[in-house]
């Protein structure tokens, strides 16, 4: 099955031995298996006893996917039809702020971001804003841009308890109070994504703006749910079935394609060789395209968030799980950290994702271009290849150092959406590998926990501190001292 997306791996320091053992590997962990798990709504999320379904949120084709003997796929397909209706509802509106935090910010932010240069004809001249931290500076700043009355919320929460949504919810809502809109005209402002329409209910939204998703979306996963109703009232419902459409491709191709030319595939066994094999600890990824600079962001939290785990399925140590995931666009990165993925001694596989065609119209633009994946290619080069005499350290590049290219013909939604999708299943792959589930995150849970005695005691100088870690509780005495005597 053909892909959307060419993938050069020639560069990764893999002999053609090495693959051969590699997906004899992939056979003894049972890919075939797993991954028509992943697509047909087993309990794959074996931890909560759950289905990973984010591939139904973009089966366009609609063909039936049973999750306890229900087809999920109508309600996927209503909800597709609420976000049509809501991008044909814009009328006066200005701006839109998306209130949402992790998997419900950096997917979206994403594609709002790295689309916004696209040509479509649907696309609108709203402004989209997102909203994720807590601190009060992030609210402020989009504050002081819009105007209250024509401009939407959305509340994104797949439970709607999450703190720093509500917090940022709350001010909104307060803010807008305060600017003489009455609450049934603000509960006609917002919307809410969640898979808790109660509590969305309870904090004043009206049912018609309640968009829904499920328990079997992991946060991480969720753009292609209601999460990414952004993208459809920025870009239009054409530009968004593009976008679940580019993903839906990948999904076909990862599914349907012998091992060999699995390009997930290719992508995890070959970083997975060189964890084994060189004790590689990070990996960069590079887009040479400005218009993917959150790409490294968002698939930060994809890979670290799904894979980062000290126990495998079986309850014991796993040797080595996720990679640091870091990176920024090439040309800036190769200004900033490759002289240490060059001369470091630490050897950092690098993924550099490449565009085709020129992302811009401006006058020269194609010459910015050709300058753009000259330093592309020559960087790969350089990484790989290497040059000089070892006898004269400071100027020796010892190469060898794995690589690889991701090429989109264009950046357009339906590529945006395929490479996305490439790398959730490359996520997937690595975490069979691994031995580990991928679609579970324990590891969130006890700082959020920690924090909420922490900030009763920050909200009440005079509280008992007694059951605090004694160290976090002399820092709590300073802090609040300094903030009385301010």
């Avoid at 931890?47 to 591939?55: D, F, K, V």
């Avoid at 841009?145 to 307060?174: C, D, G, H, Y």
């Avoid at 790969?380 to 400071?394: C, V």
């Avoid at 969130?444 to 004694?470: M, T």
């Amino acid at each position: 099955m053909d892909s959307p997306l060419h993938i050069d791996t020639r560069f990764a320091q893999i002999t053609d031995s090495n693959w051969q053992d590699l997906f004899e590997l992939a056979g003894q962990v049972s890919f075939t298996q797993k991954k028509d798990d992943l697509f047909s709504g087993k309990k794959i999320n074996v931890s909560e006893q759950r289905p990973a379904l984010h591939t139904a949120l973009r089966n366009l084709s609609e063909t039936p996917v049973m999750v306890d003997d229900v087809d999920v796929m109508p309600n996927i397909a209503q909800v597709w039809q609420q976000i049509e209706q809501a991008s044909h509802q814009l009328d006066g509106v200005t701006d839109i702020i998306h209130i949402g935090i992790g998997g419900s910010d950096f997917g979206p932010r994403l594609v709002c971001d790295a689309l916004r240069l696209s040509v479509s004809s649907e696309k609108t001249a709203i402004r989209v804003h997102f909203l994720s931290n807590v601190d009060s500076a992030d609210l402020a700043n989009i504050l002081e841009k819009i105007n209250p009355l024509s401009t939407r919320f959305i509340i994104v929460s797949k439970t709607f308890a999450t703190i720093e949504t509500l917090q940022n919810a709350s001010a909104v809502r307060n803010w807008l109070m305060a600017k003489s809109i009455n609450t049934e005209a603000i509960s006609k402002m917002i919307y809410a994504v969640t898979a808790n329409p109660q509590l969305a209910k309870q904090f004043g939204v009206k049912d018609k703006n309640i968009f829904p998703f499920w328990d079997w979306v992991g946060g991480r996963f969720s753009v292609w749910s209601a999460v990414g109703l952004p993208i459809a009232l920025q870009m239009g419902f054409t530009t968004y079935q593009d976008f679940l459409a580019g993903a839906h491709a990948m999904d076909q191709h990862f599914l349907k394609s012998e091992d060999k030319n699995n390009q997930a595939l290719q992508l995890s066994l070959a970083l997975y060789f060189h964890q084994q094999h060189h004790g590689v600890k990070s990996q960069a990824i590079i887009p040479y395209a400005q218009s993917l600079q959150l790409f490294p962001n968002w698939l930060q939290q994809l890979e670290m968030e799904s894979n980062g785990k000290t126990a495998g399925l079986d309850g014991q140590p796993v040797p080595f799980s996720a990679p640091v995931i870091f990176g920024i666009p090439g040309t800036n990165a190769q200004h900033s950290f490759f002289q240490m993925l060059h001369q470091g001694p630490e050897i950092i596989p690098v993924d550099f994702i490449a565009v085709r065609e020129p992302m811009s119209d401006i006058e020269h633009h194609r010459a910015h271009h050709e300058q753009l994946l000259a330093n592309c290619l020559a960087q790969s080069q350089a990484f790989a290849m290497g040059q000089g005499n070892p006898a004269d350290l400071n100027h020796y590049y010892p190469g060898k150092r794995p690589n690889n290219i991701i090429w989109l013909p264009r950046l357009d939604a339906f590529h945006l959406g395929a490479l996305m999708a490439l790398y959730e299943h490359r996520t997937f792959c690595l975490g069979l590998l691994y031995g580990i589930n991928s679609f579970d995150q324990p590891g969130v849970e006890l700082g959020k926990k920690l924090a909420i005695p922490i900030q009763s005691a920050l909200s009440d100088p005079q509280s008992d501190l007694s059951n605090l870690n004694p160290i976090t509780a002399d820092r709590i005495r300073w802090l609040t001292t300094n903030l009385s005597s301010s």
